[in-house]
């Protein structure tokens, strides 16, 4: 166990480090130009890149822990797997040819579209991974009726209709002896400078919280096949692209709002972003002092913006403290946790908004005006 947390905490903080460091010479690199009056534009697309990965990275993480909330609903299988081999189309190597072949009468699956979306992104990954030299890459669709046999024997509940996923390529293959062990977490081939070996084990992870199975086989020099069986949903697929599209446009205002956070950078940041969004400002770096703010404001402050964890007097105790003082006030809760779990409860106890972090400026100005927008008109 010690072993497996060593390297969990290796190939982390290999993948922070690589993350924090393309922030840092971005930075370094857009201050002296800025002096210089040379744009900064390609510095700082570069760092808010290397802060999308590190989120990447937690979420996986979470996955992991299954501390993620499963958003489960009807989803056509294809769809998700299609917007995968597009997303690759455009980021793999010309050398690697995706073919497609999806059942039209598949029926759909109950899955979270964004997990799922990740979990076949992962196998599809380490199988272009697996073709250095160039390949294949096949993804194939089918709907298979399986007895109680079969699923007792592949791990699945229940018998029943159920979507099979095949993701084949013409790679390297897996040895034998390393079959067994693909899925266990922080176990990777690809040598200890290449990151945490959590992508199959996440994988595992998603699918099994749909209710499914993975099965994988491979030949050295020939290449490696993975079939991810789902339970079929009886209910017809939501679409993706009929999905609500969140907009990029900032939603600016001219209210006043307490930033509650004990990391002062964060604190010092998230007030800036405010600001330029036309915000009125107040700003506490503890749970204390952010409800005396509140006392000494209460009659202008329009909302609260509160960090879930804090030393002392954490988001919990704050927004009780600010509850009994105003219960009209709208909270916007920010955690760097699970939006699940205690900060989810918080949602059944008043608080307007829950916001995991690390969020862009878009997703923060768009939480903050619906929470804003939910406050009772007054009579």
């Not at 700082?44 to 992991?64: C, H, M, P, Q, S």
Request: one cysteine or more.
């Amino acid at each position: 166990k010690m072993e497996a947390i060593s390297m969990l905490a290796g190939g982390v903080a290999h993948d922070f480090n690589n993350m924090l460091t393309a922030i840092n010479a971005n930075a370094q690199l857009a201050l002296r130009n800025q002096k210089s009056g040379r744009p900064v534009d390609m510095e700082l697309k570069e760092i808010l890149a290397a802060a999308d990965r590190a989120g990447d990275l937690t979420k996986k993480l979470l996955t992991f822990a299954r501390k993620e909330k499963l958003n489960a609903r009807p989803a056509s299988l294809a769809e998700i797997a299609d917007s995968v081999a597009n997303l690759l189309e455009r980021t793999i190597s010309k050398k690697i040819k995706i073919t497609r072949s999806y059942a039209p009468d598949a029926p759909a699956v109950k899955a979270d579209a964004n997990q799922m979306h990740q979990a076949i992104l992962n196998i599809c990954t380490n199988a272009c991974d697996a073709m250095p030299a160039g390949g294949e890459l096949g993804i194939a669709i089918e709907t298979q009726t399986l007895d109680a046999a079969t699923c007792a024997r592949k791990g699945l509940r229940a018998p029943g209709e159920f979507v099979a996923l095949h993701i084949t390529d013409t790679g390297v293959g897996i040895a034998p002896q390393m079959l067994d062990k693909i899925f266990e977490p922080f176990f990777t081939t690809k040598g200890a400078s290449r990151g945490t070996g959590l992508g199959l084990a996440v994988t595992l992870g998603i699918v099994q919280n749909h209710e499914g199975t993975i099965e994988v086989s491979s030949k050295q020099g020939r290449g490696t096949r993975f079939s991810m069986y789902l339970p079929a949903a009886a209910d017809a697929p939501d679409s993706l692209a009929a999905q609500p599209r969140q907009e990029a446009l900032l939603q600016t205002g001219s209210e006043t709002i307490l930033i509650v956070d004990d990391e002062v950078p964060v604190l010092q940041s998230i007030s800036r972003l405010l600001q330029a969004l036309e915000y009125k400002v107040i700003t506490a770096p503890s749970g204390r002092e952010g409800v005396q703010s509140f006392i000494d404001n209460m009659k202008s402050i329009d909302l609260v913006l509160l960090d879930f964890m804090m030393p002392e007097m954490d988001g919990r105790d704050v927004f009780k403290a600010i509850s009994k003082l105003r219960d009209d006030v709208p909270v916007l809760l920010c955690t760097g946790y699970s939006t699940d779990g205690a900060a989810g409860e918080l949602l059944q106890r008043g608080v307007r908004e829950v916001i995991a972090k690390p969020f862009n400026l878009p997703e923060l100005s768009r939480a903050i005006r619906r929470a804003l927008d939910s406050r009772p008109v007054p009579a």
